[in-house]
């Protein structure tokens, strides 16, 4: 389609075209800002209207002249040309966002209204009240932490077993399991923070978190923990974990070590595995224990104090451990297996590399297993045509045995039948022979007969006789003219 243009705007439009690009593009804005200018001065005109209109509208008594104030007039601002603009980045908010409230602490339970054994304490506690506290007749046991990863010691843990120690309470140790360090280093850094000879009651490793590891590991490295307290102690130490944690993460893979449950409930520990102690609160409010709240537990039903009595001179630890611990060496060789340490965080090219290489493994495995089912099915089918060819011999020989049967039966039947022709032949021969013997009787009976006839016979016709058999020309006697 053409577009028919005024002669005038053609030739105006051939100009700018002969003007150089800078120009015409300032000529341009030049134009669209003087246009935009007298736009907004109309706007501002219309507005001067409007709010003289309003005034007029909200004032009921009318102004006189005299006191009527001169309006300022409305400051225009002149639109400078469009300047292309580079993106902006997003501006983020920085406001302060509401912080999350806190937990509701529980209410402090006063020890004196409640069932408890025992108590266990750390530098949590702050500093203790122990001649306070020595007057609490419910408290049994105390335990105390000593340490915590491979190189934490609790810096309150000297103070408080010295003092608890002199107050006459029964004392254990327990340490605070990380999964950021190996169980080696942990268990070596608490055996040498614990004195044995300073322990009234059996150890007790604490494991309540699991944060990079996998649940075989966990278990791993806590047995590997627990072996060697125990080769030091000379006794199995207890374990202290949650429920939820222990029914998770541990289960019956420790049914032979002393369990330690943490529950805060009305509701006893619901394990698999037979519980000694059970952590029931963690809000104990004692007057000789200002700074914190204390962990209060009790006995499963059967057991006592007596359970977790630690004995010494009953234990003997393995002389390789007790170097360790003796000389304060960093744990070199231990009598258990070494546990490598968490393994770096994996690069992006690494985690694709894995991708790649267990892409490849699934292949080959496929592959393997379509190839090993081939196989699997072509000795299926070779074992059927053996079995087939088998069967088919075993026909054959069925078969070549009931022949040989048959031609042997047969056999016998011509063997049978032929000794039945022999015999009835040997008898037809017997019967001929009797036969002849009675026909040679009756000859011989003839012949003396026909002897006995002939000599009756009369002179003369034994003389016709020989006379005919010299007819004959055969020799006669008197017996053959007898017998003519």
Not at 35 to 63: G, R, V
Not at 310 to 333: E, W
Request: contains cysteine.
């Amino acid at each position: 389609m053409l577009l028919l243009l005024p002669i005038s705007t053609a030739a105006q439009q051939a100009n700018d075209i002969k003007k150089p690009t800078r120009s015409r593009v300032a000529e341009k804005d030049k134009k669209n800002t003087e246009q935009k200018t007298a736009k907004s001065k109309d706007t501002n005109n219309d507005n001067k209207n409007d709010n003289k209109a309003a005034d007029k509208k909200d004032n009921k008594a009318p102004e006189k002249k005299d006191n009527k104030v001169p309006e300022k007039p409305i400051p225009v601002k002149e639109e400078k040309a469009p300047v292309k603009q580079e993106p902006t980045k997003p501006v983020t908010d920085t406001t302060a966002k509401p912080a999350t409230p806190p937990k509701p602490k529980k209410a402090p339970v006063d020890p004196s209204k409640v069932q408890y054994d025992g108590i266990d304490i750390s530098k949590h506690q702050g500093s203790i009240n122990w001649e306070e506290l020595r007057k609490n007749t419910k408290i049994k046991f105390v335990y105390i932490k000593a340490s915590e990863g491979s190189n934490h010691v609790d810096s309150k843990y000297k103070e408080n077993i010295r003092n608890a120690r002199k107050h006459g309470f029964k004392v254990g140790s327990y340490h605070f399991f990380r999964t950021t360090s190996s169980a080696r280093t942990q268990a070596i850094n608490f055996l040498q923070t614990a004195n044995r000879d300073e322990q009234d009651l059996i150890p007790v490793i604490d494991v309540e978190e699991n944060k990079n590891w996998s649940r075989d590991r966990l278990r791993d490295s806590v047995k590997v923990f627990v072996d060697i307290v125990e080769d030091y102690y000379g006794c199995k130490p207890m374990i202290y974990a949650s429920e939820t944690f222990f029914n998770r993460h541990l289960g019956l893979a420790f049914k032979e070590y002393p369990l330690f449950i943490a529950k805060y409930s009305d509701v006893s520990p619901n394990v698999n595995i037979k519980w000694i102690l059970w952590q029931f609160s963690e809000s104990g409010k004692f007057r000789a224990v200002r700074e914190n709240l204390v962990d209060m537990s009790r006995f499963n039903k059967g057991f006592t104090i007596e359970n977790i009595l630690y004995k010494p001179g009953k234990a003997r630890p393995k002389s390789s451990i007790k170097d360790i611990v003796d000389h304060k060496d960093a744990p070199k060789s231990v009598n258990m297996t070494t546990e490598q340490k968490p393994a770096p965080a994996k690069s992006k090219r690494e985690l694709e590399e894995e991708k790649r290489k267990a892409e490849r493994e699934k292949k080959v495995n496929e592959r393997n297993k379509r190839i090993a089912e081939e196989e699997a099915k072509k000795k299926a089918e070779a074992d059927k045509k053996a079995k087939e060819k088998a069967k088919e011999k075993a026909e054959q020989v069925k078969k070549e045995k009931a022949r040989q049967a048959a031609r042997e039966e047969a056999a016998k039947k011509e063997a049978e039948a032929k000794a039945k022709r022999k015999a009835e032949a040997a008898k037809a021969r017997e019967q001929k022979a009797k036969q002849q013997q009675t026909a040679k009787k009756d000859n011989n009976k003839s012949a003396n007969l026909l002897n006995t006839t002939s000599s009756k016979l009369s002179q003369s016709q034994r003389n016709d006789s020989i006379r005919n058999a010299k007819l004959k020309g055969r020799k006669t006697n008197k017996s053959s003219a007898d017998n003519d």
